[in-house]
């Protein structure tokens, strides 16, 4: 089993500015894995983070809008820049452990 | 990775087998098959995984056809807080590899 956290658990936050949300995970991981999950939808993923190195972007999302942060083995940080209303979603980071993989409770962002 | 076909909700009665299926008619050999929920304002949670044997577990059954082209999900005996979005994934890269997930069912059990 693996446990992960994430701060901060939600925000408001005024379009134009940036929100940088952490996550811990109580275990050394080579990958970790941030996803979008817009009201209503299903997860997306946005991107997979190596420690040591830059993070892979899936399709419709940049490094410029999404940049991450990958310092060691159980952290990593997800910045949302210069954010608009429609970047009002929940936010989770995860790992794989094994066949697992393991989410995070979610960070909930409205931009208003 | 193969995608899957889920239907969009079940009712399920309080105490009843929920059975919820999936469709993965172009899954590949060595592709397995995954089964998370994610219970309302929670991450997903892992709840089972197969090859091409039926698998049971302390939460839930996987029944994955001979041919592999579908999977059933049951709950034996499915309580309220079992209400969630069930999504089936097919996936050979296990846990270590990045999660496309669909849309999922959404199970609403019933008291």
């Known amino acids: 089993s693996a446990v992960i956290s994430q701060k901060p658990s939600r925000d408001i936050c005024q379009r134009g500015t940036s929100l940088t949300i952490q996550c811990q995970v109580d275990?050394?991981?080579?990958?970790m894995f941030w996803y979008r999950q817009q009201p209503g939808q299903s997860l997306t993923l946005i991107a997979t983070a190596n420690q040591g190195s830059e993070a892979t972007y899936e399709s419709g999302f940049v490094i410029d809008k999404f940049p991450i942060s990958r310092p060691n083995l159980t952290f990593s940080t997800l910045t949302v820049s210069n954010m608009s209303p429609e970047d009002s979603s929940i936010y989770l980071c995860?790992?794989?452990?094994?066949?697992?993989?393991?989410f995070g409770p979610g960070t909930r962002l409205t931009v208003l | 990775d193969a995608k899957t076909t889920q239907p969009t909700s079940m009712d399920c009665a309080e105490g009843r087998a929920a059975n919820l299926p999936c469709n993965h008619s172009?899954?590949?050999?060595?592709?397995?098959v995954y089964w998370y929920r994610q219970i309302h304002s929670q991450g997903p949670q892992y709840i089972i995984h197969?090859?091409?044997n039926n698998e049971t577990n302390e939460m839930a059954s996987l029944i994955i056809t001979e041919d592999r082209k579908s999977s059933t999900l049951i709950l034996p005996h499915a309580t309220l807080r079992d209400t969630a979005v069930y999504y089936c994934?097919?996936?050979?890269?296990?846990?270590?590899?990045?999660?496309?997930f669909g849309t999922g069912t959404k199970l609403q059990v019933i008291p």
């Open positions: 275990s050394q991981v080579t990958m």
């Open positions: 995860g790992m794989g452990f094994y066949n697992e993989q393991f």
């Open positions: 197969g090859l091409k």
């Open positions: 172009t899954i590949s050999g060595n592709e397995y």
């Open positions: 994934i097919v996936s050979d890269s296990g846990g270590y590899q990045k999660v496309t």
